[in-house]
């Protein structure tokens, strides 16, 4: 039997490798929606003060596997939203993974399918009504196999 892969909290010090690792993440895909033209990267000013808030809170959980080197071989962010209950959202509250991603040199060794089992434990915990997330095509058979189904909603989106 395989080694089980250690899933831990981030902390404050894994801030440079959370940024490596969302910065890895955007550039991998390749579409005009998540890659400004202007090559900009004043975003990762932003999401590291953004990251450093959240590192606390309650309602977002960011778990990693180590790599070699004081590395991050992967990373993965979960956040509860408190919306209006409803007949199909009890209680109002929805998961949302915002990304997993695995540095490439630590893929196929488990590394997102156990942060995922940790951030869906953490979802019951919250007692969410359902999590909701986006699924790159090279990650959506692992989704799938941990129950995720097409959405019932139709996704649209507005920029102002």
């Known amino acids: 039997m395989g080694q089980r892969t250690a899933v831990r909290p981030a902390g404050p010090y894994d ?8 910065a890895l993440l955007f550039d991998e895909l390749a579409d005009p929606f998540f890659n400004s033209a202007s090559g900009d990267d ?18 977002v959980r960011i778990l990693v596997v180590d790599g070699a080197g004081g590395r991050l071989a992967a990373c993965g962010i979960g956040v509860v939203e408190q919306r209006l209950p409803g007949p199909h ?3 109002g509250r929805v998961g949302q993974v915002v990304g997993v991603v695995t540095d490439p ?6 590394h997102s399918r156990a942060i995922m089992r940790e951030l869906l434990d953490w979802f019951r915990e919250r007692e969410v009504s359902r999590v909701d997330l986006y699924a790159s095509a090279e990650g959506e058979p692992l989704y799938r ?3 995720f189904t097409d959405h019932p909603d139709p996704a649209l989106y507005w920029r102002p």
């Open 89 to 91: 959202l009890l209680n």
């Open 105 to 110: 040199a630590h893929r196929r060794r488990g």
């Open 145 to 147: 196999d941990l129950g």
């Open 15 to 22: 801030l440079v490798e959370l940024l490596r690792l969302r």
């Open 42 to 59: 004043g975003w990762l000013d932003a999401l590291a003060v953004v990251l450093t808030e959240q590192l606390t809170s309650d309602s």
